[in-house]
T-cell receptor
Framework: KAGVTQTPRYLIKTRGQQVTLSCSPI?????VSWYQQTPGQGLQFLFE???????NKGNFPGRFSGRQFSNSRSEMNVSTLELGDSALYLC??????????????FGPGTRLLVL | GESVGLHLPTLSVQEGDNSIINCAYS??????FIWYKQESGKGPQFIID?????DKRQGQRVTVLLNKTVKHLSLQIAATQPGDSAVYFC?????????????????FGQGTILTVHP
């Protein structure tokens, strides 16, 4: 079974621009979570989507948004980029069984550099 | 102000030794815990998980121990190999304050750098 895939793998943008990152979950996984990883803050939860609905959101500004499609693929968007948005953005997918947290499997990440 | 990077704990071992990586968690309501391994340039890789109704779980060469009394989690790696060199993260699933589940949200520890010398 193919793992979680993320595109693009690397991205360079300038301040003020916006960016869209894509994530394809493991086949059959319907929950997709996004995380930001930086040297200063570590791994931080951005949001989670299930059945095209955002069910949970971390403490990030409204410039960070996402969506999920009917095939469970997900995108996240960052508008008005700031230097501090430079990070590794990770997507993780999991099965869903009621309210039980299932194992999250991560993709390789998208490395975003904001200049 | 200038941002300061996390100062990750480090553990250096010789090939063949057993390694123990520790993690303290803060939320007594957490009921699910995972260990991940992250190699340079890659995403976190699942190693082993444990639910709060257990205190020990074993996998291939790895064992996770959970002590809910002191809110402590540990990962034991037997016969550590150079390929085990990586950053290891513990993660917990926090229940929302309202008592519901915290969908899809894992809270990660800062990580521990494991270096295995041949």
């Amino acid at each position: 079974k193919a793992g979680v895939t993320q595109t693009p793998r690397y991205l360079i943008k300038t301040r003020g621009q916006q960016v869209t990152l894509s994530c394809s979950p493991i086949s059959g996984h319907r929950s997709v979570s996004w995380y930001q990883q930086t040297p200063g803050q570590g791994l931080q939860f951005l949001f989670e989507y299930f059945s095209e609905t955002q069910r949970n959101k971390g403490n990030f500004p409204g410039r960070f948004s996402g969506r999920q499609f009917s095939n469970s693929r997900s995108e996240m968007n960052v508008s008005t980029l700031e230097l501090g948005d430079s990070a590794l953005y990770l997507c993780a997918s999991s099965l869903v069984s009621g309210i039980i947290q299932e194992t999250q499997y991560f993709g390789p990440g998208t490395r975003l550099l904001v200049l | 102000g200038e941002s300061v990077g996390l100062h990750l704990p480090t553990l250096s071992v010789q090939e063949g030794d057993n390694s123990i990586i520790n993690c303290a968690y803060s939320n007594s309501a957490s009921d699910y815990f995972i260990w991940y391994k992250q190699e340079s340039g890659k995403g976190p890789q699942f190693i082993i998980d444990i639910r709060s109704n257990m205190d020990k779980r074993q996998g291939q060469r790895v064992t996770v121990l959970l002590n809910k009394t002191v809110k402590h989690l540990s990962l034991q790696i037997a016969a550590t190999q150079p390929g085990d060199s990586a950053v290891y993260f513990c993660a917990e699933n926090n229940k929302a304050h309202a008592g519901g589940t915290s969908y899809g949200k894992l809270t990660f520890g800062q990580g521990t750098i494991l270096t295995v010398h041949p």
